[in-house]
Nanobody
Framework: QVQLVESGGGLVQAGGSLRLSCAAS????????MGWFRQAPGKERELVAA????????TYADSVKGRFTISRDNAKNSVYLQMNSLRPEDTAVYYC?????????????????????WGQGTQVTVSS
């Protein structure tokens, strides 16, 4: 059974940093794109960053470019999101997800509907 478990969220002051981790289990994920999404109250879920299986392709939301970095460790079946210079508008529940479509290996997609499995989310709150 596929399971994604996020950790590392919390409360931080504006300008601070957090590192989110997502541990995947149930199968090997090393060939598939993984992503981080977030959802704030009253807003739609949006892509934060995604990374291809090799790490060779990444994509970021414009609002986080230059502040957030996505990475992965295939040996550990894990993906990470380093978040620096956090802002109050980054406050949201952050989810990791995996795209298991074999036709999209190497492709990084921003659309939530193309991701097959999701974690339960971790809350990130940035105070001003």
């Amino acid at each position: 059974q596929v399971q994604l478990v996020e950790s590392g969220g919390g409360l931080v002051q504006a300008g601070g940093s957090l590192r989110l981790s997502c541990a995947a289990s149930g199968r090997t994920f090393s060939r598939y794109t993984m992503g981080w999404f977030r959802q704030a109250p009253g807003k739609e879920r949006e892509l934060v960053a995604a990374i291809s299986w090799s790490g060779g392709s990444t994509t970021y939301a414009d609002s986080v470019k230059g502040r957030f970095t996505i990475s992965r460790d295939n040996a550990k079946n894990s993906v990470y999101l380093q978040m620096n210079s956090l802002r109050p508008e980054d406050t949201a529940v952050y989810y990791c997800a995996v795209d298991l479509d074999p036709l999209r290996i190497g492709v990084v997609t921003a659309r939530p509907k193309e991701y097959d499995y999701w974690g339960q989310g971790t809350q990130v709150t940035v105070s001003s």
